[in-house]
């Protein structure tokens, strides 16, 4: 009965997010303030609706309800109770459920933290929202149903897909997800702000903290893929170029320059019409994300769906609310004014510069991923697009980027001065060439041009954190003044800091691994030692074991430095009874930023195995950078004057567009 009831509430839920899309926005245009206060309330009420369903539909996978054809389908009494939690969400239907109980999340936060807002403003911003849900509402009712009963009730689950049964899919797909959708509060207040044609330097200043918590989550959610994908399937790669990996790269590039937009809007008025249009192309690069993985064009371990109905229907939003989107721009874009002037050296124009970058660098990969699909659908033929096409195309994009990065923070608004930021930096680009030059020799050579790389990372790096100093005037001031200035510093500083050095310390990583990693596929029976990265690895063994769901064929390796046992790992060979499906565990030993990886082959006569040894130096910074900007965009979400988002609805009476507090940089 209590699933009969989380359907209901779905329904309810349904009905909720129609009223909310249409009483309020008509409210707006009548100025009728009853009609506009229908949305906080009716969003509150739709996000309790949905998480209520939400629940009843975890709770049956956690108790092993298998009369439901979802849990049947996607669960197995002997899975560990975190893979039974995180096997709602391991599938098409509970995925399109997570998706949809954060988009009512975000509806409810801007309900509750909205009370600032314009009564207009708010209430077409929610009614937008409530449009998006009452499409994925109809899409999961219609096509993806995760409440359907089987009768009569199966003895046992077919399990969860092998690879999913893994503590980083309990964890990725909710950060991606908040990403993702947390760009539909962007996209809302953009069509919002075309409806009402009022688009100011306090819209953007509420748009910035919404895509910024929506950036910080989807820069974990991607990094938290990539290392999943990395341990956990065998090949040592972090990054394959895969369409379903390009899905979330590109709107985490869009909302990059969103991001950066906002702030020059912000501050100087500019940009109004390229920042509402980059609000709209972020989200309609989520949809489209959606779109690749649930649609069921895309083979992948990440897509779930293969009914050509969904992939319909997904069509179907994609073109209404990406569609009606830009033709309402494109009407109402030319009554906008374009906003304030600056020189081509300032602020201003780096972030432009960022902006091009970024957009080119989104566009590239967008060609790439959907040019072999389209051409399929044409033709029939089918090509593929891989890692040196985006490897030369985006790396040479980014190189620029690199190099502009450190120079926006110190040049002033509206005219900079360009002499005087190098003059800034040249002990920052210094240092960075001389410590790249060191780890160079202390790998042993490789490419001459891997100097430039890690030390275009390093200067990353060194220059967040001189304008840091610059700022605080360490060294021109007395130790005391300079410390109070440095701790007066606004959080977005710190943050914009932390997220520069945190890119910086990700290039590091990728140049590192790119040039300096070794590979070894070897043949190894018991006893036999093999070199890499300095470590000698010796064969000790196989045995099997028995885990909760799965038997495995364990491989024991010991790992000596000059003739001493420094650490030990374990790589196995799986096998999953109820699906009887292979994995392959990959055995890591970490030495400070750097790993050594060994993944198992195919067993060998003599009690041998072929084994593939990596050795991934500084493999860590790849990670540790992308947890570097997050922890960025937290500490500049902290900023009172970001959070504060626009004056009290008293302050801004008189003065609409004035804002009360200085702007966060």
């Known amino acids: 009965m209590i699933i009969e009831i989380g359907h209901y509430a779905l329904i309810l839920a349904l009905a909720t997010a129609m009223v909310v899309s249409v009483v309020p926005m008509a409210g707006a245009r009548k100025h009728d303030h009853a009609m506009m206060d229908v949305a906080p309330l009716g969003s509150v009420v739709l996000f309790s609706l949905v998480a209520f369903s939400f629940g009843v539909l975890t709770y049956s996978h956690v108790v092993s309800d298998f009369s439901v054809q979802n849990v049947w389908e996607n669960s197995h009494s002997l899975v560990p109770v975190l ?16 998706w949809l109980l954060i988009l009512t999340l975000f509806s409810a936060l801007v309900a509750a933290f909205g009370r600032n807002l314009p009564d207009t403003l708010r209430a077409n911003v929610l009614s937008v929202q409530a449009w998006v849900s009452v499409a994925f509402i109809l899409f999961i009712l219609l096509t993806s149903n995760p409440f359907i009963r089987i009768d009569p009730a199966p003895a046992e689950g077919r399990d969860l897909n092998p690879v999913l ?3 980083g899919l309990a964890i990725h797909p909710p950060l991606l997800y908040l990403g993702y959708v947390g760009f539909s509060v962007c996209f809302s207040f953009a069509i919002a702000a075309l409806l009402e044609g009022r688009i100011d330097a306090a819209w953007a200043r509420w748009v910035r903290p919404w895509t910024l918590a929506a950036w910080t989550f989807l820069t974990l959610g991607i990094a938290m893929g990539s290392y999943w994908a990395y341990y956990e399937l065998g090949w040592g790669g972090w990054w394959f170029w895969d369409p379903v990996e390009n899905a979330s790269f590109m709107p985490w590039l869009a909302g990059t320059a969103l991001l950066h937009s906002a702030l020059v809007m912000e501050k100087r008025e500019a940009l109004k019409i390229w920042t509402v249009l980059l609000a709209i192309l972020t989200f309609s690069l989520s949809l489209m994300g959606t779109f690749l993985v649930r649609s069921g064009v895309l083979t992948s371990v990440h897509a779930f769906a293969s009914d050509p109905s969904r992939g319909v229907f997904i069509l179907c939003i994609l073109l209404v609310f990406i569609g009606g989107a830009l033709s309402l721009f494109a009407f109402r874009a030319p009554m906008l004014t374009a906003g304030g002037l600056f020189a081509p050296i300032s602020r201003e124009g780096a972030l432009v510069l960022n902006n091009l970058i970024l957009t080119v660098a ?20 089918k090509i593929s697009v891989g890692a040196p096409f985006f490897n030369m195309t985006f790396g040479l994009l980014m190189v620029p980027l690199l190099l502009v990065v450190p120079f926006g923070p110190l040049l002033a608004w509206k005219r900079g001065d360009l002499l005087g930021a190098m003059q800034r930096l040249y002990v920052a680009a210094t240092l ?55 701790k007066g510093l606004p959080r977005s500083a710190f943050g914009t800091a932390l997220a520069h050095a945190g890119l910086g310390v990700s290039v590091l990583g990728i140049v590192a691994v790119s040039t300096f990693a070794t590979e070894h596929v070897i043949e190894m029976k018991p006893g036999q030692t093999v070199e890499a990265g300095g470590y000698a690895l010796v064969f000790d063994g196989m045995r099997p074991a028995v885990g909760p769901n799965f038997k495995e064929d364990r491989a024991h390796f010991v790992i000596r430095k000059a003739g001493d046992e420094v650490a030990d790992v ?18 890591i030993a970490t030495f400070g930023l750097s790993q050594l990886y060994v993944s198992l082959g195919d067993p060998i006569a003599g009690g041998g195995i072929v084994v593939r040894i990596w050795w991934k130096p500084f493999i860590l910074c790849i990670w540790g950078g992308s947890i570097l900007m997050a922890i960025g965009g937290f500490v500049s979400l902290s900023d009172r004057r970001l959070r504060v988002g626009a004056p009290n609805r008293k302050a801004k009476a008189a003065k609409p567009t004035i804002i009360a507090a200085e702007p966060a940089e």
């Open 83 to 98: 893979y039974k939690y995180s096997g709602v969400w391991g599938n098409h239907e509970g995925s399109m459920m997570l």
């Open 165 to 167: 049964q893994d503590i």
């Open 362 to 381: 989104c566009g590239t990969v967008l060609i790439g991923t959907l040019y072999p699909l389209l051409l399929e659908t044409l033709t029939g033929d």
């Open 432 to 486: 960075a060439f001389v410590v790249a030059l060191a780890l160079f020799y202390a790998e042993h050579g490789g490419p001459v041009l891997s100097v430039l790389g890690l030390a275009a990372g390093l200067f990353l790096v060194f220059a967040a954190f001189a304008d840091l100093w610059y700022r605080a005037g360490i060294g021109k001031l007395s130790t005391n003044v300079a410390w109070h200035r440095f």
């Open 570 to 587: 374990w790589s196995a060979k799986r096998i999953y009874a109820a699906r009887q499906m292979p994995t392959t565990e990959a055995g």
